[in-house]
């Protein structure tokens, strides 16, 4: 079976290399083959002076640069010196942003998705995940996911349609999404050029809360409605099953990462959670790097038929918060020692929330 490459793992200076841009020594962590457990080349790798030097020769960049090389010759051969890698970091265009006046201009509960979300939560719940999450609204009633990263810059926003009394997404025609950023260009507000680094929806959560466990989904609807029932975590959405893009990884650098994949997605979303685990790996000591695992949630509780459509982590939520009963009820004795008064008399209002937690492997803190 095929096995993601990975960084080699710190264990004191012999395993740190001479960087082929920079040429400082011991500074340059290799791309190992995850089958053979063999550098892939000595060129593949990553260079830890991110500012100085910016190196990052990825093995997908290799392979596709180097498409004949076979397992034998690989490692042994010298590489493309005639084209020196230059570093993404020199490119011209900066990552766009939009000033945050839109965001505030467009704040708004008139969406047909907020409509949705107040029939399943409370005034209270639905108005803090409002402010958190900055969500607006078109005058079409149009939800509006405002993507505003780490540092507060809003990158874009996503416009949706949904239906006010199923929740479910109404796609235009073409599938094609809206996207707050293109509208801004057509009007000529934006540049032309504008240079859209998308990034994970509430990212700018993580840096208010930086020792918050992090959640991620796919969807925004997930995360907002996990946000709703369980807001001393911090949930991200992905933005569909291959937003997990490497540059975004960056910002979850030191943080307890969950990955909460709908089904059908479990095997894409623990390949991704094995690279983001390798993307930073530990320095001996000093306990820095990233720990993500998956919950298998859904896999686990899933019906063969619910698996055959396909539930998603907001599906399952809205089920347990309409009261459907779950298969048991929690005992009430094992309620009452273990949540804060509040909680508690949610859990005993719906029980099928002291399963969810559970299930979510959560506690409450
Ligand atoms: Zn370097």
Redesign the pocket.
Known sequence: MYALPYLQKYKGKATRHT??????KE??TLYFDGNTHQPINKRVGK???ES????HYTPKQFFIDNPDLNETTRQACDLHYSKPFVARQQTVVPIGTIPFTFVERSASYKSNFVRFLCEILSNEQMQAIGEKYALGATKNQEVIFWQIDITGKVRTGKIMQYNPETGHRIKHESGAIDWVHNKLKKSGTLPKDYNLQQCFFGEHLLGLHPEATVCIVESEKSALISAAIFPDEIWLASGGINGLQEEKYKVLENRTVILYPDLKAFEKWNEKAQMLNSLFPSPLGEGSGVRCSVSTLLEDIATLQAKAKGLDVADFMIKQLKNIQPDKTPEKSLIQSRFSPELQSMIEEKPALMLLLDRLELIEV
């Open positions: 960087c082929p841009q920079c040429e400082v500074c340059f260079c830890n002076r100085k030097c910016g190196y």
